[in-house]
């Protein structure tokens, strides 16, 4: 029973600890994504206001800044929420064949 109590107080504590962890990875990328989005805002407020620029052309920095970042965001997102990625991060393709190997059989099997 003792040891039971010391390993569920292990746990315990260890997911106190990562919950610390993840929520100051969480804190610390909310403030770099506020300064960055801050920065991009700044950079683009004072270019349209300062530059010497025709209206037409303004226009056109915008459209094209738009472009830019939605293109970037779009392959951003692609690559980030790649199952292949994932599994390639936290070293699970081998578990991933291995399964598929198991399944396979099975699918055989179940379709004679």
């Known amino acids: 029973m003792e040891l039971a109590r010391l390993k ?5 504590v260890r997911a106190i600890k990562t919950s610390r962890l993840l929520f100051m990875s969480f804190l610390g990328i909310g403030l770099c994504m506020v300064l960055l989005f801050m920065g991009l805002v700044l950079f683009h407020v004072s270019l349209f ?3 010497p620029w025709s209206m037409e052309t303004k226009m056109m920095v915008g459209l094209l800044c738009s472009a830019v970042y939605f293109l970037i965001t779009i392959a951003l997102f692609y690559k980030i ?3 292949d990625e994932w599994l390639r991060i936290f070293n699970a ?3 991933m064949e291995q399964l598929k ?3 396979s059989p ?3 099997g179940s379709e004679k």
Do not use: C, K
Request: hydrophobic share 45%.
């Open 49 to 51: 206001l300062y530059a």
């Open 8 to 12: 569920m107080s292990l746990v315990y």
């Open 101 to 103: 190997e198991e399944v």
């Open 106 to 108: 099975r699918r055989e």
């Open 81 to 83: 929420f790649a199952q």
């Open 93 to 95: 393709e081998g578990i």
